[in-house]
């Protein structure tokens, strides 16, 4: 009889370790491209005041894609997709009133827009806006806020920006407001509180930083708590948020995107 043939067992073949250099420069390069992403991609925001709510919230922590509304560039520009400001859009900008303060409003106007509000609704172009993100808490009336620009700006009006007091009325045509090239006029969505394009005037498009993105933690924070910057205080907050950082957290706005 043949003999039979000895069946040859495929052992498969222990692949090689990775050695301590291959791992050090795989690492180097994930932080490398983390260290990129967060320096020129998106940085993180905090909101600072009321004037969004209910889209945003004292205490929300965003992330802002700084390169959407960057000049493109050769290298990234098939990447990433830049693209024009737009009416609608929520976006994080240097004030124009006051020097390193960042301020997250929403783009009611961009440049040839008309823009007037009667009894608080917003007219853009001769209509009126539907706007269902808009709050109206206060519930009061104010001839400058709900009538803007009817009423000349003052300091009576809440008008502190005295380049707008002045400037305003240059910009006005047939009552109304007319945004200017590489300017924007914005809003906050909470329309009775907000401190917005109303007192300060346009946001010059140099001075945008970039576009919300999602909220990758919410805190719940008091009012005025960024207006606190002594070093106590600072330290007071800091151990504030690591003792309620469970029961405090706002879990439930955690990863939801800004519309």
């Known amino acids: 009889m043949p003999k039979k043939e000895k069946e040859i067992e495929n052992i498969p073949e222990e692949k090689p370790h990775e050695t301590t250099v291959e791992f050090l420069a795989s690492l180097a390069g994930v932080l490398v491209t983390g260290l990129f992403i967060i320096t020129f991609v998106v940085q993180a925001f905090e909101i600072p005041s009321s004037s969004m709510e209910d889209t945003l919230l004292i205490g929300d922590h965003v992330f802002v894609n700084r390169e959407q509304f960057a000049p493109p560039t050769t290298w990234l520009g098939p990447l990433l997709p830049y693209r024009d400001i737009r009416r609608g859009d929520i976006v994080v900008f240097l004030s124009p009133e006051t020097q390193g303060l960042f301020v997250v409003k929403r783009i009611i106007g961009i440049p ?5 509000l ?28 709900d009538n803007f620009p009817a009423v000349p700006p003052s300091d009576e009006n809440g008008v502190r920006y005295e380049a707008w007091q002045l400037g305003l009325p240059s910009h006005l045509q047939d009552g109304d407001l007319v945004v200017p090239p590489d300017s924007y006029f914005g809003m906050g969505d909470n329309r009775d509180w907000s401190y917005d394009s109303r007192y300060w005037g346009f946001i010059p498009r140099k001075n945008v930083i970039g576009r919300p993105m999602f909220i990758y933690w919410s805190f719940t924070t008091p009012e005025g708590q960024y ?24 879990w439930s706005r955690t990863l939801r995107v800004v519309r």
């Open 112 to 116: 040839g827009d008309r823009i007037h």
């Open 227 to 250: 207006q606190k910057s002594s070093f106590g205080e600072r330290v007071g907050f800091l151990g504030h948020i690591i003792f309620h950082f469970f029961d405090q957290t706002r």
């Open 118 to 145: 009667r009894d608080g609704a917003v007219y853009r172009n001769g209509e009126k806006l539907d706007e269902p993100y808009a709050e109206h808490k206060k519930g009061d009336y104010d001839p400058y806020r």
